[in-house]
Structure formats: structure tokens, C-alpha cells
């Protein structure tokens, strides 16, 4: 029988040390439905496509002695593929010293991007309007949170983008000017790049910590050691106080 109690302990011992930390799989599930709210207000505030600022860029050439300043334009231009974020590996728990959850950090990527420009060329009195096709191979971005222990939400720290993937530039219709087309492309992919860090940076941060502030942990909040009911109880006790 004491045999017997021995093995029962030791499955018990054992179970007690085989048991999980919290784990990042509610923490994935969470970030999965941000991501999904973020692409839905990409997309209801007119980011996908997003409309690209005009740019321009000079250029000149020498002709029978004589120096040509030019200049080619682009406008009209935009970009599809932003509300294509979405988490890319593990989202992962930030904790302090004592173990504690004090916020959250996962990479993020970009899917496939597609983009046109209408370019204006001037030199030397001619004027042709190309057309600017580009395809952008993806990019990633990491995204850092705070854990709000007084509201029980998260609050975006950081969001920047890491690397964008390759810019390919296809332009037609620059016909004589034909010479000016590396120019035009270091414009573009110039601009294309800023354009995605900056929005990713602001624009989607903004949207990120709009959805951070409307939604519950949930199934989180146990987890993270932050009971929004818990909370909302002592809001109500200190608002009937005298």
C-alpha cells in the first residue's frame, strides 16, 4: 500500500513539474484578432490602396555644347497590399525580473505589394507621360506593447518596419528619355520605402493602439494576471465611496 502512495506522490510531483507556464497560444490567438481589426481599418480609412505623394526629381544633359535641365514627375500614384499585415511568428510575453508579465512583442510581416505612377517627363521641350508599374516583395515590422495593469489593456510601444523586400521598377513610355529611366527608378523605390516605414510607423501605429484600447484581454487577462472584472468591481466599489 505505502508503495502504492509512493507512485501516486511521485505522478503527482511529477505533473506538478510537467505543468505549463502560460502559454504564447492564447497570446497568438489575441494578437491574431488585432491584426485582424488593424486590416480592417486599413481598409475603412482608405489605406489599401493607399495613395502615394507626388515626388520629383531633375536631371540634365549636355546637347551640342549646351547644358538641358530637365525633370520627370510622378503622380497619380498608389499602393495596394498595406491590410496584408499579419503576425509572423510567435507572439511572445514580455516579463520583469520577477517574472511578471509587463507587456508583448512579435514580429509582423507584409505580404506581396503592387504600385503605379504616372510619370511627367520635361527635357528639352518634350514632354512624354510613362507609366510606372511596380511590385514589391513584401517586407516585415516588430511590434513591442505594454501591459496597462490599470485598464487591463495593452498599449503599442513600438511599431517599425524591418526590412522591405525588393522594389521592382517597370517603366514604359519614356520613349527618347529612355536614358533617364535609373533615375526615375531610384525616385520611386526611394519613395516607395518611406512611404511604407512612415505609414507602418504612424498611420498603423495609431490604428494599432485603437484597437488595443477596445479590446478586452479575455481569456488573456487570467493568463497576464489582469482580471478586468476584478477591476471593473473596484471601480464601482471606489465610485459608491462616500
Not at 84 to 109: K, P, Y
Not at 123 to 150: C, H, K, Q, W
Not at 156 to 180: F, N, P, Q, R
Request: glycine share 10%.
Amino acid at each position: 500500500m505505502a508503495g502504492r502512495l509512493l507512485v501516486v506522490i511521485a505522478l503527482c510531483l511529477g505533473l506538478a513539474v510537467a505543468a505549463p507556464q502560460p502559454k504564447e497560444d492564447s497570446l497568438n490567438n489575441y494578437m491574431d484578432l488585432v491584426m485582424e481589426n488593424i486590416q480592417i481599418l486599413i481598409l475603412e480609412n482608405g489605406y489599401d490602396p493607399a495613395r502615394l505623394p507626388n515626388a520629383s526629381v531633375g536631371f540634365s544633359d549636355v546637347v551640342l555644347g549646351v547644358e538641358w535641365h530637365g525633370e520627370a514627375s510622378l503622380y497619380d500614384g498608389w499602393l495596394r497590399g498595406l491590410s496584408s499585415i499579419h503576425r509572423t511568428g510567435n507572439a511572445e510575453f514580455i516579463r520583469d525580473s520577477d517574472d511578471s508579465v509587463i507587456g508583448m512583442s512579435a514580429e509582423l510581416g507584409l505580404s506581396d505589394m503592387q504600385g503605379h505612377y504616372t510619370c511627367l517627363a520635361k527635357f528639352m521641350d518634350l514632354g512624354p507621360i510613362a507609366d510606372v508599374v511596380m511590385d514589391i516583395n513584401g517586407g516585415s515590422a516588430y511590434f513591442e506593447a505594454t501591459l496597462d495593469r490599470t485598464t487591463c489593456h495593452f498599449h503599442a510601444d513600438k511599431l517599425e518596419v524591418t526590412h522591405i523586400g525588393h522594389i521592382s521598377v517597370d517603366i514604359s513610355g519614356l520613349g527618347v528619355l529612355d536614358w533617364i529611366f535609373e533615375i526615375v527608378v531610384n525616385l520611386v523605390v526611394a519613395v516607395v520605402k518611406g512611404f511604407i516605414e512612415d505609414t507602418v510607423s504612424t498611420i498603423i501605429y495609431d490604428f494599432t493602439n485603437q484597437v488595443l484600447s477596445n479590446m478586452d484581454l479575455g481569456a488573456l487577462g487570467p493568463i497576464v494576471g489582469c482580471d478586468p472584472t476584478s477591476l471593473h468591481t473596484l471601480r464601482l466599489h471606489s465610485s459608491q465611496t462616500p
